[in-house]
């Protein structure tokens, strides 16, 4: 059983994310905040008992769920849904390699001026935009994999989905989104 | 013209995955104060919860501790925590085995108290009227006999 003190930790270093996390979902920091709060009032009143290695597991899958409830609430399931592109083979045209997006010479120089400071600006918020562009399942996938460091097995548990799926989801959002990316002539 | 990156190796999806991440994570350290504090009286929110299911709970432990002392134990515990299991079932049906000897041995206590209490009165002269107290004697001469 995890103690006070640990659960406290848990939570706060998730919370950042979580709210980030959702807020791509729901676009509206309200009720992300409300949503990440329910979720960390879930998970204390559920699973409070449990060892601390299984949180964060358990704590994805709440969050996750806790954004599902929002939409049903706000009654946009439709919306939510509208984009089911993801279940689709809506093949990404082959005009784009994600080779070209990634910016392989290794660390800049470390000074940056305030120019450096609002280009780095400017492209974290065309990456959040991008990221909300995403179909939900791709997003959820995405943020999972590879910004929770989830791996496929954990992804596919959280999400109540196959690895396949998660693998599938994964891989078109990494190529909308370098396609995306490239659009803006934005290079990572 | 380029090919189709859907070929592209899983590596280097997973590294351009990566990179993104990463600079959203420069988004996470940006988060206005007020988001920050209400992140954190969510948190204490959510803790206070706990502290007050804590005491609800221990109760409970409690109970189910008892009734898994008069089934037997049934979980999963070892052989010793299933004998002393038993100890409070025992100690039980020895307490009422006790209060049913003793009981026994009052009730024959006070019947033999009224039965001597009989033997050393004097008979009354009214008895010899009584005409079951005169078959009574009949009947004890002529088994006499």
């Given amino acids: 059983m995890a103690s006070e003190r640990e659960l406290s930790d848990f939570l706060k270093s998730v919370e950042k994310r979580a709210f980030k996390r959702s807020v791509y979902h729901v676009r509206n920091d309200e009720a992300a905040l409300d949503i990440v709060q329910d979720s960390m009032m879930k998970l204390v009143e559920h699973y409070g008992h449990k060892p601390i290695e299984e949180l964060p597991m358990l704590f994805q899958r709440i969050l996750s769920n806790c954004t599902l409830d929002w939409f049903r609430r706000q009654k946009t399931r439709n919306a939510l849904f509208s984009n089911l592109s993801d279940f689709e083979s809506d093949d990404i045209d082959g005009d784009f390699d994600l080779l070209e997006t990634l910016d392989t010479t290794e660390g800049s120089s470390q000074t940056e001026s305030a120019e450096k400071l609002t280009e780095r600006a400017q492209v974290l918020h065309a990456i959040e935009q991008e990221i909300q562009e995403l179909p939900p399942r791709q997003r959820e996938a995405f943020l999972m994999r590879y910004w929770e460091d989830l791996d496929v097995a954990e992804t596919a548990a959280a999400m109540g989905c196959s690895e396949g799926s998660v693998k599938t989801h994964c891989s078109r959002a990494v190529q909308a989104l370098g396609k995306a990316l490239k659009a803006k002539g934005i290079r990572l | ?145």
């Fill in chain 2, 1 to 145: 013209m380029k090919h189709s990156t859907t070929h592209s190796t899983p590596s280097l999806q997973d590294r351009y995955g990566r990179a993104v991440a990463a600079r959203l994570s420069e988004s996470v350290e940006a988060l206005p104060y007020d988001i920050s504090e209400r992140l954190r009286a969510a948190r204490e929110q959510a803790l206070d919860l706990r502290r007050s299911l804590k005491p609800a709970t221990q109760p409970q432990v409690l109970s189910q501790g008892a009734a898994a002392a008069l089934s037997l134990g049934g979980g999963d515990g070892s052989l010793w925590h299933r004998l002393a299991g038993l100890i409070p079932l025992l100690l039980l049906i020895a307490g009422l085995v006790a209060v049913s000897a003793l009981d026994d041995e009052f009730v024959a206590q006070d019947l033999a108290e009224i039965d001597t209490a009989i033997l050393a009165d004097d008979l009354p002269p009214a008895a010899y009227t009584d005409p079951g107290f005169v078959q009574f004697l009949k009947s004890r001469l002529e088994s006499a006999q």
